[in-house]
């Protein structure tokens, strides 16, 4: 029995085979083909051929054309029409085209001598990640969780390194002379000092400071917030992140653990509040007092993580926020919500905090996570 990913690269060949002699097989059709074989199997080849009549025909001259197209390819037999024999199938794999190599990881296999897609594309299927990057966090099914855990694990370490890289660069301006650098530039020209050096100002790195609501209206987004704050700090030093509801708590060091499962059980300890109400505004005094001359300054980009229902007083909100924002670099409010068609922010909290606010951007499926980047790098209100 041929292994899955080499089935996976003869279904793809067979579709450009069907293509080539007058099928339009196209990259729908072909991954219609790859689902048909796997649901059918090859043990029965008039079965196989059924099904994939039935996903490649459209018309009764493709119909009554793809028998023999069918033959052809995996009989090997003759043809005394028009149709144009194969190449040997021992090439299947090298042949692929680019779009056919996306339609084989949709199967689950790969074309030989091709690395894992870094993305995961073809350790999910091309249409199955894109479903699941999509899919909001509220929606995912208990079967699809492991499987957008891994992608979304994967996905969120590499923007975190871009990040962490972005975040690191130097400024390009000079500094003040570099004496004894110039001094000894100029030395073998007599002394005089033709020629100067600068000393290198480096821009202080930027700090990242995380807020994730984990109070009851956010249930369904919580968990995968939290593997966003883990990845942002496993892969960038100057990140701290808190979890809050009615109260505040820091959950930095207990994010350093070697994985999130580890880190769990310790979060369940933490008596943060867990499903309960929301007190934005107050959570965001405690951050003021306690932290806030650590880890507030003109290099700190701030980033909420909630969906703005709060119970306490609006106006409390807008003070703290609005005091945050004079101290940081960008306020980011990332809001799970934001994804529902025709959302208003009109609820009290929200609309008390969007005037202090630099990015308002959704936060409901990995997609819209996976723009942090992008949003650091906005300039000014949105």
């Known amino acids: 029995m041929l292994h899955e990913g080499r089935l996976a690269a003869t279904i793809v060949k067979f579709c450009r085979f069907a293509r080539s002699n007058d099928i339009p097989a196209g990259a729908k059709q072909t991954v219609d083909a790859l689902e048909a074989a796997r649901v059918v199997g090859i043990m029965d080849r008039s079965t196989l051929m059924a099904a994939l009549r039935a996903v490649l025909c459209s018309s009764k001259e493709e119909w009554d054309l793809f028998d023999e197209i069918f033959r052809v390819f995996w009989n090997g037999t003759n043809s005394r029409n028009r149709i144009v024999a194969p190449d040997s199938h021992s090439k299947v794999e090298r042949d692929l085209a680019p779009t056919d190599s996306v339609a084989v990881a949709a199967f689950g296999g790969q074309a030989a001598g091709k690395a894992a897609d870094p993305d995961g594309r073809n350790v999910l299927g091309a249409s199955k990640y894109e479903r699941l990057s ?57 002394g005089d000092p033709l020629e100067l050096r600068y000393k290198t100002r480096r821009r202080d790195q930027n700090r990242l400071v995380l807020l994730v609501d984990v109070s009851g ?52 300890h933490e008596t943060i509040g867990w499903s309960g109400g929301t007190k934005i505004g107050e959570s965001l005094r405690e951050l003021l007092l306690a932290h806030g001359g650590r880890l507030l300054s003109r290099n700190t980009l701030f980033v909420m993580l909630s969906d703005g229902w709060d119970t306490g007083e609006p106006q409390v909100l807008a003070a703290e926020l609005g005091a945050i924002q004079r101290r940081v670099k960008k306020i980011i409010w990332l809001n799970p919500l934001l994804g529902m068609e025709g959302y208003q922010p009109i609820t009290r909290g929200m609309a008390a905090a969007l005037p202090h606010i630099d990015v308002f951007a959704p936060a409901h499926n990995l997609e819209s996570l996976l723009q942090l980047d992008q949003h650091l790098s906005r300039p000014g209100r949105g």
């Not at 909001?136 to 969120?156: G, K, P, Y």
């Not at 030093?237 to 994010?255: E, G, K, P």
């Open 217 to 268: 209206s956010m249930n369904a987004y919580s968990f995968f917030l939290l593997r966003f704050a883990y990845a942002l700090q496993k892969h960038f030093r100057r990140v701290n992140t808190f979890l809050f509801s009615t109260r505040l708590t820091d959950i930095t060091a207990t994010l350093r653990s070697r994985s999130l499962r580890q880190s769990l059980p310790a979060l369940s």
């Open 134 to 190: 999509k899919v909001d966090f509220s929606e995912v099914s208990q079967s699809d969780v492991a499987d957008l855990e891994r992608i979304s694990l994967r996905l969120l370490r590499r923007m975190a390194l871009r990040l962490a890289r972005r975040l690191k660069r130097k400024m390009r301006s000079r500094g003040p002379v570099d004496i004894r650098r110039t001094i000894r530039l100029n030395i073998s020209k007599g």
